[in-house]
């Protein structure tokens, strides 16, 4: 069964800090994996990695993917109150089927 | 351009009635899906359609019914409510984009309580 497992689940830190969430993946023909924020609201798109884009940043964030070791991570340089939120890391394998992990609560203290 | 479109946003049932979330897609996509969340457990896939006429379970299928009424609409059904389908739930479709792979545009959610 296809499984997303996220690190930390919880995270607190202070402006300015740079943070680290970490998603391993196990799925059956892996096609690509997803970031989502999630404020008070529905999720929203952050980034997208294949096989053929395994890394990829905007502005303060990044992220990369190691498809030998089957994990990502999200980074997020010079945080600010604004990137508190819930992340989540989806996988999806050679359905149309996203198996989403159970997210990181990112708290960003001013 | 109103994207995903879920109806009730908030619903308060009592154990043992039924009702349908309904949800509609203005983007012409062929998949949808329907997500429960809850404190601490992330997004856990109910069920979803790859494409009209067809259905699929996901992790947590048991209590639900859905239907693909056409390309547009997706409904989830709850036939028999109970206090553990206490939730959030997100409607939500997509397309395969260039690289295969398929980003989500979720709906605004519904949260629903079962006293």
């Known amino acids: 069964e296809d499984k997303v497992v996220q690190s930390p689940l919880s995270l607190v830190v202070h402006e300015g800090d740079t943070v680290t969430l970490n998603c391993s993946y196990e799925?059956?023909?892996?096609?690509?994996l997803l970031w989502y924020k999630q404020e008070k609201k529905a999720p929203t798109f952050l980034f997208m990695l294949?096989?053929?884009?395994i890394e990829k940043k905007s502005g303060r964030l990044s992220s990369i993917l190691d498809k030998k070791e089957l994990f990502s991570i999200l980074n997020i340089t010079a945080t600010q109150t604004g990137d508190s939120a819930i992340y989540l890391c989806?996988?999806?394998?050679?359905?149309?089927?996203?198996?989403f992990g159970k997210g990181t609560k990112l708290t960003v203290n001013p | 351009n109103a994207g995903v479109t879920q109806t009730p946003k908030f619903q308060v049932l009592k154990t043992g009635q039924s009702m349908t979330l309904q949800c509609a897609q203005d983007?012409?996509?062929?998949?949808m899906y329907w997500y429960r969340q809850d404190p601490g457990m992330g997004l856990r896939l109910i069920y979803y359609?790859?494409?009209?006429?067809?259905?699929d379970k996901g992790e947590v299928p048991n209590g639900y019914n859905v239907s693909r009424l056409n390309k547009r609409e997706f409904s989830l059904r709850l036939e028999s409510a109970a206090p553990s389908q206490t939730s959030v739930y997100f409607c939500?479709?997509?397309?395969?984009?260039?690289?295969?792979?398929?980003?989500?545009?979720f709906g605004a959610g519904s949260r629903l309580t079962v006293l």
């Open positions: 983007m012409n996509h062929n998949s």
């Open positions: 799925v059956t023909n892996f096609r690509s």
């Open positions: 989806a996988s999806q394998g050679g359905s149309e089927k996203l198996v």
């Open positions: 294949t096989s053929s884009g």
């Open positions: 359609s790859a494409s009209e006429g067809t259905t």
């Open positions: 939500a479709s997509s397309d395969r984009n260039p690289g295969g792979a398929n980003v989500l545009t």
